[in-house]
């Protein structure tokens, strides 16, 4: 079996004994060569490669919601938490259909799960959805590499070390890549109801989005690149920017869409959607050294001075200052990135962080409401309640 970095007595029964023996033992190789041992869970690898950009996330808790975000589409996660699994999974947590994500790196992968909403094990929700994995892996290790060397792609598998060094060699990072076109849907869907209505722009969007939205109005879900007139054609009382994967500087047909609807109609704009709106604004975009990804990332409110503990899931940022016209209304306290700004004359507004939020804090759930003021403020006569 793997040795484990630390070493010492892990509290195992002879039962979680046995059942870990019986892994076979794999790497994590990136693609400036480090090297990282562990046993291989879920899927199994085609060829014995996975490969993807790997990402740490320092989250505590909230694994499934993480692993079906479809931001994460073509990333590798790793999970700062040394113990994930052991609540389970269950259908209400899901984020997206399935998950997105290539892969994921644990420390401790639980064998048995105790919540009494879990109705299915994270390593039979791997396998079934087809997502490989590596248990074993000294993560403490990996992300402190990552958080020096930056995300980078990597190949992890049963395959030999040259084979999974040539892999993460060639493997494709997430600049340039238009991955939204992976996650998005083929065809517009509603849901909710109510006097208001909003459009949705289907970048990635989380299932908890859409469930706050569809609780403010009647809510049309369209794909990424739905051109700005179908859209307005649609009668929208406002128009919702999801989430989503990738690099927003390779998404200039939804940026060129945004742009049409400035000052047209209200916008709420979320991670992804937030840095197309600041590029349909003019602004421009780059992208993190290592990422935001985690649910504990304090943001501060500029009103009031408030602080806000988020969750964050992106590589890509908004670079202060390239937005002209723009009120700054929320700033990283970590690192200073610009977090959220109002577009006045363009009735638009939009934040990096995720205020929805499933595993993470509820601050920032206000931002919903100020949507929807904004949508009743802009509405003819006789409309709203």
Same mark, same amino acid.
């Given at each position: 079996?793997?040795?484990?970095?630390?070493? $010492?007595?892990? =509290?195992?029964?002879?039962?979680? !004994?046995?059942? &870990? *023996?019986?892994?076979?033992?794999?790497?994590?190789? #990136?693609?400036?060569?480090?090297?990282?041992?562990?046993?291989?869970?879920?899927?199994?690898?085609?060829?014995?490669?996975?490969?993807?950009?790997?990402?740490?996330?320092?989250?505590?808790?909230?694994?499934?919601?993480?692993?079906?975000?479809?931001?994460?589409?073509?990333?590798?996660?790793?999970?700062?938490?040394?113990?994930?699994?052991?609540?389970?999974?269950?259908?209400?947590?899901?984020?997206?259909?399935?998950?997105?994500?290539?892969?994921?790196?644990?420390?401790?992968?639980?064998?048995?799960?105790?919540?009494?909403?879990?109705?299915?094990?994270?390593?039979?929700?791997?396998?079934?959805?087809?997502?490989?994995?590596?248990?074993?892996?000294?993560?403490?290790?990996?992300?402190?590499?990552?958080?020096?060397?930056?995300?980078?792609?990597?190949?992890? $598998?049963?395959? =030999?070390?040259?084979?999974?060094? !040539?892999?993460? &060699? *060639?493997?494709?990072?997430?600049?340039?890549?238009? #991955?939204?076109?992976?996650?998005?849907?083929?065809?517009?869907?509603?849901?909710?109801?109510?006097?208001?209505?909003?459009?949705?722009?289907?970048?990635?969007?989380?299932?908890?989005?859409l469930r706050h939205l569809s609780r403010l109005a009647t809510l049309t879900v369209v794909p990424?690149?739905?051109?700005?007139?179908?859209?307005l054609a649609l009668e929208p009382d406002g128009v919702f920017l999801s989430n989503g994967p990738?690099?927003?500087?390779?998404?200039?047909?939804?940026?060129?869409?945004?742009?049409?609807?400035?000052?047209?109609?209200?916008?709420?704009?979320?991670?992804?959607?937030?840095?197309?709106?600041?590029?349909?604004?003019?602004?421009?975009?780059?992208?993190?050294?290592?990422?935001?990804?985690?649910?504990?990332?304090?943001?501060?409110?500029?009103?009031?001075?408030?602080?806000?503990?988020?969750?964050?899931?992106?590589?890509?940022?908004?670079?202060?200052?390239?937005?002209?016209?723009?009120?700054?209304?929320?700033?990283?306290?970590?690192?200073?990135?610009?977090?959220?700004?109002?577009?006045?004359?363009?009735?638009?507004?939009?934040?990096?962080?995720?205020?929805?939020?499933?595993?993470?804090?509820?601050?920032?759930?206000?931002?919903?409401?100020?949507?929807?003021?904004?949508?009743?403020?802009?509405?003819?006569?006789?409309?709203?309640?």
């Amino acid at each position: 079996m793997t040795s484990r970095p630390g070493g $010492g007595d892990l =509290g195992w029964g002879d039962d979680d !004994a046995g059942s &870990r *023996s019986r892994r076979q033992q794999a790497l994590l190789v #990136l693609a400036d060569g480090e090297v990282f041992e562990g046993e291989a869970v879920g899927a199994a690898a085609p060829g014995g490669v996975a490969t993807g950009e790997a990402v740490f996330n320092t989250a505590l808790s909230g694994y499934q919601e993480i692993l079906t975000d479809p931001s994460y589409a073509g990333q590798v996660i790793a999970f700062t938490c040394p113990h994930i699994g052991n609540y389970g999974t269950n259908p209400t947590d899901d984020e997206g259909p399935r998950p997105w994500c290539r892969g994921v790196v644990v420390r401790d992968l639980s064998e048995v799960p105790s919540n009494w909403r879990s109705v299915e094990g994270l390593e039979a929700f791997l396998v079934r959805h087809g997502v490989p994995g590596l248990t074993g892996v000294d993560t403490r290790r990996l992300t402190r590499h990552l958080r020096d060397a930056g995300a980078m792609p990597c190949a992890f $598998g049963t395959a =030999g070390e040259e084979a999974l060094l !040539a892999a993460a &060699r *060639s493997a494709e990072g997430t600049d340039g890549r238009d #991955l939204v076109s992976e996650v998005t849907t083929r065809s517009p869907y509603t849901r909710g109801g109510g006097t208001l209505r909003v459009v949705a722009y289907d970048f990635g969007v989380k299932e908890t989005m859409l469930r706050h939205l569809s609780r403010l109005a009647t809510l049309t879900v369209v794909p990424a690149h739905t051109p700005a007139d179908d859209v307005l054609a649609l009668e929208p009382d406002g128009v919702f920017l999801s989430n989503g994967p990738g690099d927003p500087a390779a998404l200039p047909g939804p940026t060129g869409a945004v742009a049409d609807l400035l000052g047209r109609v209200p916008i709420f704009g979320i991670c992804l959607g937030h840095q197309l709106l600041a590029r349909a604004l003019g602004g421009t975009t780059y992208k993190l050294p290592f990422g935001h990804h985690g649910s504990n990332h304090p943001v501060r409110r500029t009103a009031t001075g408030r602080v806000e503990v988020t969750s964050q899931n992106h590589n890509y940022a908004v670079a202060a200052g390239s937005v002209k016209g723009i009120e700054t209304t929320h700033v990283n306290l970590n690192d200073g990135v610009l977090e959220g700004f109002r577009a006045p004359a363009a009735g638009a507004f939009s934040v990096q962080y995720h205020p929805e939020a499933g595993p993470g804090p509820h601050d920032a759930r206000y931002l919903f409401d100020e949507f929807r003021t904004s949508m009743v403020a802009g509405m003819p006569a006789g409309r709203g309640d």
